[in-house]
């Protein structure tokens, strides 16, 4: 008798994850385009824009993060919609300074301070201190 309880409900534990998980992953599919940065970026556009019709924004979860990102990425994409290479301003800098004399520049500098190199104690006095006034 319990062989055949705990048998049932596996079997519906295995059917309800079988039956829900798959759709609500393929549901949400602009997820997955969105952190891909091969996908297009009009196209995550478009299928977060379908995904989200007629539903209740109040409600929703995800859709301010999405909003964030879109109105992050929006001035950075190609006009057909390609995004950049996240790592294209790092490998930029390491060409350049590789290329350039800008590491030897630094390195074989001979930097003197100028000053002033002592504070004098009257500037290290806090000057928000109400004086005192004398009439008479």
């Known amino acids: 008798m319990k062989s055949s309880i ?14 829900l998980f ?11 385009m969105m952190q891909d940065p091969n996908v297009n970026f ?7 824009n379908e995904y989200w019709q007629g539903k209740d924004l109040a409600t929703a979860k995800g859709w ?10 929006e001035p950075r ?5 390609k ?4 790592d294209q301003t790092a490998k930029a800098f390491i060409s350049y300074r590789n290329t350039s004399r800008f590491s030897s520049d630094i390195t074989g500098a001979n930097w003197t301070a100028l000053g002033p190199l ?8 806090p000057r928000h201190r109400a004086r005192q006034l004398r009439c008479g």
């Not at 048998?7 to 295995?14: D, I, Y």
């Open 64 to 73: 301010k993060q999405f909003k964030r990102w879109e109105y992050f990425m």
């Open 83 to 86: 995004r950049p290479d996240p």
């Open 6 to 19: 705990r048998f049932s409900l596996f079997a519906m534990a295995v059917f309800v994850w079988t039956g």
């Open 118 to 125: 002592v504070l004098a104690d009257d500037q290290l006095q």
């Open 77 to 81: 994409v190609y006009p057909t919609g």
């Open 22 to 32: 798959p759709a609500a992953s393929s549901a949400q599919n602009w997820v997955e």
């Open 42 to 48: 009009y196209e995550v556009q478009r299928s977060f």
